[in-house]
């Protein structure tokens, strides 16, 4: 991306619904580009709004009974609050009713009509009321519209073209000449797919007949515009376009412009003949989003299956719903949305991950520093290890943002938190403090707060509320941390000195209904009894389907803290598939608290509650020993809690 100036626009949204997750994740992923690069301080224009003209909007505005304009007015409502609950940051908000917008429409129709690029003619064709677009016998799909698969209707009309053929072999050249253009590359070779039969010209026109609810042609009272050829001209009406050219010359041509891939070709066939037809430069880049799915079906509002993006803030907040939309699509690609998807990356990512390791951070520092984060002694080799993870992530984020890779670019981010938990297995801080070894152990906590402070900046253009909490638990005002930006992250101690604050849990575990119990597998047909064998001297041996009576999991580690008057126990709240429980440990001798939060380790999830000094332990953890040796079953890598064990 060029980083003299950076201008995203995202779709204008039709205004016959209410916004969905496909609204939602657009300009979420918009404003989180334009937070990024006013965070690399590149001055940002961020542009999105409404698509108020057409048939669509006329019959839902008949079907009310009330005029097309209050229809629109009532409908943007929804669009501007959501935009403002999602902390959407646009500089500006254009609908294609205002004035300024009408004036540089027909001011364009005007132009092209004198030049002749647009003609009249009569027209036979099919036309999809859906789409508002004419299609030819041969674009037909068992004869039904292509696009959306409705039902099209036979018309002859008389109607004013745009010559879109004209520029058909230009439009490949240059596609084919800038790699950037079109992106990801995948989508520049359906357009050039589609470039390989004869382009049609544009019908840019609707007869006040059948259509009264448009922008008037200036040279046609008759006829209003086509709402695509409207709706598209917002790129540049709304940064000066034949109105102040100082500003057009700043900001245009657009650094990006988002789209779903399913308005691929209204922006990468439309909009750049229109644009060569003007005069004017091509953006820089028309990126093409996938789809969120549902399962392997897309979300339809027929299909009922749509998800609303106010409910998951009502439920689970707006920065883990702005969060999750931006790390689990990889632009480009589909993704699929579930619930126990979201439920699932939350409770790793935000509340095991990085959540564990702040918490872990904040309470050493308070108990061992007095509450301010310690100046830094020499540095060990486990030291620079984890802060190479960190400086990878403050290189990696702006290399994400250049090649729209942003879910790897936050992958790198909750990396430092991930390594940070590691980095205090190694240290052992809590060990650091009980031994007196204050060098060293003011040296591992301001390792690891400095990298907290990384991790903050570089996810704030994602999570800025709860950044700026966290921001606040390494001593900044919100005035201060808003002020910090990933331009200034190289080098700088930023932490020491700073007085801590525990704000508690910064992302609180989602508790979900415990599933199903996995069933013992079953063989599909009765295993014939072996012959009896001799049991070694003191073993009692089990058959198979004893062995499975015992259900072992794998299960993360949550908290853990000391019994009053036992000093061998220890209580654990322990995540096993999303279900909190509390176990209740002897392994208090050979393990601090400290040590054992973020662990993966394995119990038995089906063993009879108890109660052990009068605490509630439903479950077993495994260990082995040997000797005055403890030392905890785990597994060898990451995998998710409730995983069987066997």
């Not at 049609?200 to 609810?213: G, T």
């Not at 014939?528 to 009692?540: R, W």
Request: charged share 25%.
């Amino acid at each position: 991306m060029d980083n003299k100036y950076f201008y995203v626009t995202t779709p204008i949204y039709y205004v016959n619904d209410k916004p969905h997750i496909g609204h939602a994740y657009t300009t979420i992923l918009a404003d989180v580009l334009a937070r990024y690069n006013r965070s690399l301080d590149v001055p940002t224009f961020f542009l999105t709004g409404t698509d108020e003209h057409g048939q669509k909007v006329q019959k839902a505005a008949e079907k009310r009974g009330i005029e097309p304009k209050q229809h629109c007015d009532d409908t943007v409502v929804a669009f501007q609050d959501l935009w403002k609950k999602l902390g959407i940051t646009n500089d500006f908000f254009i609908r294609t009713t205002q004035k300024a917008h009408v004036s540089v429409v027909q001011d364009v129709l005007q132009k092209l009509y004198d030049s002749g690029d647009i003609y009249k003619r009569d027209y036979d064709g099919w036309y999809c009321v859906g789409d508002e677009r004419f299609y030819m016998d041969k674009d037909l799909v068992d004869g039904k519209c292509p696009d959306c698969g409705r039902e099209v209707t036979k018309l002859t009309e008389s109607n004013y073209f745009f010559r879109m053929s004209k520029y058909q072999d230009w439009l490949i050249d240059y596609i084919q000449t800038h790699p950037d253009f079109i992106q990801p590359a995948f989508r520049a070779n359906e357009t050039l797919g589609f470039l390989r039969k004869p382009l049609e010209d544009l019908c840019i026109s609707r007869p006040k007949s059948r259509l009264s609810w448009g922008i008037e042609l200036p040279f046609d009272k008759d006829y209003v515009c086509y709402v695509w050829f409207d709706a598209l001209l917002n790129y540049v009406s709304a940064v000066g376009y034949l109105r102040d050219e100082e500003k057009l010359a700043k900001w245009w041509p657009a650094s990006i412009q988002l789209i779903g891939k399913d308005i691929l070709t209204t922006h990468s066939v439309y909009w750049p003949t229109m644009l060569k037809a003007m005069d004017l430069p091509l953006p820089k880049t028309i990126f093409a989003h996938g789809w969120w799915l549902t399962g392997t079906a897309k979300m339809s509002k027929s299909l009922g299956n749509v998800v609303n993006p106010m409910e998951m803030v009502e439920k689970y907040g707006i920065d883990a719903f702005r969060y999750f939309l931006l790390s689990e699509m990889t632009p480009g690609q589909d993704a699929s949305f579930t619930e126990d998807v979201f439920v699932t990356r939350y409770n790793s990512d935000l509340a095991n991950d990085l959540g564990n390791f702040l918490s872990r951070v904040i309470k050493l520092t308070g108990r061992s520093c007095g509450g301010a984060v310690p100046a830094a002694g020499a540095l060990q080799e486990e030291d620079l290890e984890f802060m190479a993870a960190a400086a990878e992530a403050v290189k990696a984020m702006p290399e994400a943002l250049a090649s729209m890779k942003i879910d790897r670019g936050l992958d790198a981010v909750l990396n430092i938190a991930r390594a940070g938990n590691r980095y205090f297995e190694k240290t052992a801080p809590w060990k650091l403090a009980k031994e007196g070894n204050t060098e060293r152990l003011n040296t591992v906590l301001n390792v690891a707060a400095e990298a907290l402070f990384k991790a903050a900046v570089l996810l704030n253009p994602v999570m800025p509320e709860k950044t700026a909490e966290l921001g606040r638990a390494l001593g900044y005002s919100a005035e201060e941390f808003a002020a910090c930006r990933i331009a200034a992250l190289d080098g700088a101690d930023h932490v020491t000195g700073r007085t801590i604050a525990d704000i508690g849990a910064l992302f609180p575990r989602v508790e979900i209904a415990p599933a199903e119990e996995e069933k013992a597998p079953k063989a599909e047909k009765k295993a014939k009894p072996a012959e009896k064998e001799a049991a070694p001297e003191g073993v009692k041996l089990v058959t198979i389907d004893e062995f499975f009576q015992t259900q072992l999991k794998t299960a993360t580690v949550l908290q853990a803290e000391k019994i009053e008057g036992a000093d061998k126990l220890l209580k654990l709240q322990i995540d096993i598939a999303g279900e909190t429980r509390q176990l209740v440990a002897g392994i208090a001798k050979y393990y601090e608290p400290e040590m054992l939060i973020g662990r993966t380790i394995v119990v038995v999830a089906n063993l009879q509650p108890a109660k052990i000094r009068g605490i509630e332990s439903r479950g077993m953890l495994l260990a082995a020993k040997a000797g005055k040796e403890l030392r905890l079953i785990t597994v060898d890598g990451p995998i998710a809690s409730g995983a069987s064990v066997g």
